[in-house]
C-alpha cells in the first residue's frame, strides 16, 4: 500500500478545450499512460500532487498524413504506433524504436507525447524524432506554437515547454533515404538503453544518438564530415568530439564512447 | 467510481491517485494479482484493461474508471492454467498470475517466437522460462485441437 497516492487529485477533462484551461487556471502535471511518473511516484522522487488526466482527449490520439508529413498525436501509444500501416510505410525506425520500448504491457500504455515530455535523454523513439527533423505543435488556452523537436530540450530533463501547455502532436516530415535504427540494452525488452541510435542515409546524412549527452543528440558535424566524404574512421573522430556520455548505473564513458563509434560504423556499412 | 470487473458491473469506493493493483487486492479482495517489483518492469501485477494488457501498478486507479479490468481470478483459461501445473511452469509463483494473462492473450497459432515476444515484459526469477514456455504451447494445442 503505498499511503502517500491516496492524497493525489486527478482532473479528468473531455475535451482539450477543457484540458487547457484547466492548466491555464493551475499547475497540474499531465499524465497520460503514466509508465514514467507512477514509476517516480511510487518510489517518492515524484512529490506532484495534482494531476491532469489526458488520457480521455480524443484530440490527443490518431496517426495520419498531412501533406508531406506523418502527424501523430501525442497521446498514440506505442502499439498504435508500432501497429501503423503510416508509420511503417513513411517512418519505419519510428515502429521500430516504439517495439523496443518496455514490453506489451507498456507499449499499451506509453505515449509518444509522454516519451518526448518526460525529456530522458535515454527516451528510445528521440532519436528517431531528431532525425526526422520533427515539429511539435504546442498549445495552450491562448496560443499555438510549432517548436523543432531539434529545439526542444534546453538542458538534462529541461524543456521549452511552458506549464500551460500541452503537447498536440508530433510531425514528422517525410524523407528520402534508407532508415536506421538500434537500441544498445543489456536485454531485448525491459532494459532503459545504454545507448540508442537512429539515422538516415541521404547525400546529406542524418545521424542522432540517445544516452551520450544531457539530452537526445543529433550529431551535426559528424554528420557534415560524412556528407563531405571523410573516411569513417575520421568520422568516429569527429563523433567522439560531439558525445558526452557519463558513466552511471546502465554503463560507462568509456563503453559508450566504444559502442558510439562502431554503432557508426555499422550504419555507414549497411 | 464504476468499473466492469471480471463481467460485473461493480461500484469501488477509492481514492482516484491509488494504484490499480492496490485498489484491486485491497477494496475488491481480489488477491490473485502479485506485486513484484512496483515500477513496471516485472509484469506480476498484469491484469488486461479494456482488453489490453497493463500493469497495474502503473495505473492511477482514476483511469480505470469506465474499463472493463479483468484479473487472473476471471481469466477463465483454465486449460492454461492447468499446463502451467502440468508443466511446472511456476516455482514460487509470484509471476504466475501475471505470465497467465499474458499468455491468455495470444492467439491458437502463435510461435514460440510470438510467445517470447509476448512474455518479454513477464519476468520470472525461478523457472528459466522454458517450462512456461511449454506450458503455454500445450495448452494453445489443447484448445486449438
Same mark, same amino acid.
Given at each position: 500500500?503505498?499511503?502517500?497516492?491516496?492524497?493525489? &487529485?486527478?482532473?479528468?477533462?473531455?475535451?482539450?478545450?477543457e484540458a487547457l484551461t484547466l492548466l491555464r487556471d493551475e499547475p497540474?502535471?499531465?499524465?497520460?499512460?503514466?509508465?514514467?511518473?507512477?514509476?517516480?511516484?511510487?518510489?517518492?522522487?515524484?512529490?506532484?500532487?495534482?494531476?491532469?488526466?489526458?488520457?480521455?482527449?480524443?484530440?490527443?490520439?490518431?496517426?495520419?498524413?498531412?501533406?508531406?508529413?506523418?502527424?501523430?498525436?501525442?497521446?498514440?501509444?506505442?502499439?498504435?504506433?508500432?501497429? &501503423?500501416?503510416?508509420?511503417?510505410?513513411?517512418?519505419?525506425?519510428?515502429?521500430?524504436?516504439?517495439?523496443?520500448?518496455?514490453?506489451?504491457?507498456?507499449?499499451?500504455?506509453?505515449?509518444?507525447?509522454?516519451?518526448?515530455?518526460?525529456?530522458?535523454?535515454?527516451?528510445?523513439?528521440?532519436?528517431?524524432?531528431?532525425?526526422?527533423?520533427?515539429?511539435?505543435?504546442?498549445?495552450?488556452?491562448?496560443?499555438?506554437?510549432?517548436?523543432?523537436?531539434?529545439?526542444?530540450?534546453?538542458?538534462?530533463?529541461?524543456?521549452?515547454?511552458?506549464?500551460?501547455?500541452?503537447?498536440?502532436?508530433?510531425?514528422?516530415?517525410?524523407?528520402?533515404?534508407?532508415?536506421?535504427?538500434?537500441?544498445?540494452?543489456?536485454?531485448?525488452?525491459?532494459?532503459?538503453?545504454?545507448?540508442?541510435?537512429?539515422?538516415?542515409?541521404?547525400?546529406?546524412?542524418?545521424?542522432?544518438?540517445?544516452?551520450?549527452?544531457?539530452?537526445?543528440?543529433?550529431?551535426?558535424?559528424?554528420?557534415?564530415?560524412?556528407?563531405?566524404?571523410?573516411?569513417?574512421?575520421?568520422?568516429?573522430?569527429?563523433?567522439?568530439?560531439?558525445?558526452?556520455?557519463?558513466?552511471?548505473?546502465?554503463?560507462?564513458?568509456?563503453?559508450?564512447?566504444?559502442?558510439?563509434?562502431?554503432?557508426?560504423?555499422?550504419?555507414?556499412?549497411? | 467510481?464504476?468499473?466492469?470487473?471480471?463481467?460485473?458491473?461493480?461500484?469501488?469506493?477509492?481514492?482516484?491517485?491509488?494504484?490499480?493493483?492496490?485498489?484491486?487486492?485491497?477494496? $475488491?479482495?481480489?488477491?490473485?494479482?502479485?506485486?513484484? $517489483?512496483?515500477?513496471?518492469?516485472?509484469?506480476? $501485477?498484469?491484469?488486461?484493461?479494456?482488453?489490453?494488457?497493463?500493469?497495474?501498478?502503473?495505473?492511477?486507479?482514476?483511469?480505470?474508471?469506465?474499463?472493463?479490468?479483468?484479473?487472473?481470478?476471471?481469466?477463465?483459461?483454465?486449460?492454461?492454467?492447468?499446463?502451467?501445473?502440468?508443466?511446472?511452469?511456476?516455482?514460487?509463483?509470484?509471476?504466475?498470475?501475471?505470465?497467465?494473462?499474458?499468455?491468455?492473450t495470444l492467439s491458437r497459432d502463435a510461435t514460440l517466437e510470438d510467445?517470447?515476444?509476448?512474455?518479454?515484459?513477464?519476468?520470472?526469477?525461478?523457472?528459466?522460462?522454458?517450462?512456461?514456455?511449454?506450458?503455454?504451447?500445450?495448452?494453445?494445442?489443447?484448445?486449438?485441437?
Amino acid at each position: 500500500m503505498k499511503s502517500a497516492l491516496s492524497q493525489l &487529485s486527478f482532473a479528468r477533462p473531455r475535451t482539450l478545450e477543457e484540458a487547457l484551461t484547466l492548466l491555464r487556471d493551475e499547475p497540474l502535471v499531465p499524465i497520460a499512460g503514466a509508465t514514467d511518473l507512477y514509476v517516480g511516484l511510487n518510489f517518492g522522487t515524484l512529490k506532484a500532487q495534482r494531476f491532469l488526466d489526458i488520457t480521455r482527449l480524443e484530440e490527443l490520439r490518431g496517426i495520419s498524413v498531412t501533406g508531406d508529413r506523418l502527424v501523430i498525436g501525442a497521446g498514440t501509444t506505442y502499439t498504435t504506433i508500432m501497429h &501503423s500501416a503510416s508509420v511503417r510505410a513513411h517512418w519505419p525506425i519510428l515502429a521500430d524504436a516504439a517495439s523496443q520500448v518496455g514490453g506489451v504491457q507498456i507499449q499499451n500504455r506509453g505515449t509518444l507525447g509522454g516519451n518526448v515530455a518526460n525529456a530522458s535523454p535515454a527516451g528510445d523513439t528521440l532519436p528517431v524524432l531528431a532525425v526526422a527533423d520533427a515539429i511539435l505543435q504546442l498549445r495552450s488556452a491562448q496560443s499555438q506554437r510549432a517548436v523543432p523537436f531539434n529545439s526542444f530540450y534546453t538542458g538534462y530533463r529541461q524543456t521549452v515547454l511552458r506549464p500551460d501547455e500541452l503537447i498536440v502532436s508530433i510531425e514528422l516530415p517525410m524523407v528520402e533515404g534508407k532508415q536506421w535504427f538500434r537500441k544498445v540494452g543489456t536485454r531485448a525488452a525491459q532494459a532503459i538503453s545504454k545507448l540508442v541510435m537512429a539515422a538516415v542515409r541521404t547525400e546529406a546524412p542524418r545521424i542522432a544518438l540517445g544516452s551520450v549527452a544531457p539530452t537526445p543528440l543529433r550529431l551535426r558535424r559528424t554528420e557534415a564530415a560524412l556528407a563531405g566524404g571523410s573516411s569513417i574512421e575520421d568520422a568516429i573522430g569527429v563523433l567522439q568530439t560531439e558525445i558526452t556520455p557519463i558513466d552511471d548505473l546502465r554503463s560507462s564513458e568509456a563503453y559508450r564512447r566504444a559502442v558510439a563509434g562502431n554503432l557508426l560504423r555499422r550504419f555507414w556499412a549497411s | 467510481m464504476r468499473l466492469t470487473l471480471n463481467g460485473a458491473v461493480t461500484d469501488v469506493e477509492a481514492a482516484p491517485g491509488r494504484r490499480l493493483l492496490d485498489v484491486l487486492r485491497e477494496e $475488491c479482495g481480489l488477491t490473485g494479482t502479485k506485486e513484484g $517489483c512496483g515500477e513496471g518492469e516485472c509484469g506480476a $501485477c498484469t491484469v488486461l484493461m479494456n482488453g489490453q494488457l497493463v500493469v497495474s501498478c502503473l495505473v492511477p486507479f482514476a483511469q480505470a474508471e469506465g474499463a472493463e479490468i479483468r484479473t487472473i481470478e476471471g481469466v477463465g483459461d483454465h486449460a492454461l492454467q492447468q499446463h502451467f501445473m502440468s508443466e511446472a511452469g511456476a516455482q514460487c509463483g509470484i509471476c504466475t498470475p501475471g505470465m497467465v494473462m499474458t499468455a491468455s492473450t495470444l492467439s491458437r497459432d502463435a510461435t514460440l517466437e510470438d510467445i517470447r515476444i509476448a512474455l518479454a515484459g513477464n519476468l520470472c526469477r525461478c523457472t528459466g522460462y522454458e517450462a512456461i514456455y511449454r506450458a503455454i504451447q500445450r495448452a494453445r494445442a489443447a484448445t486449438s485441437a
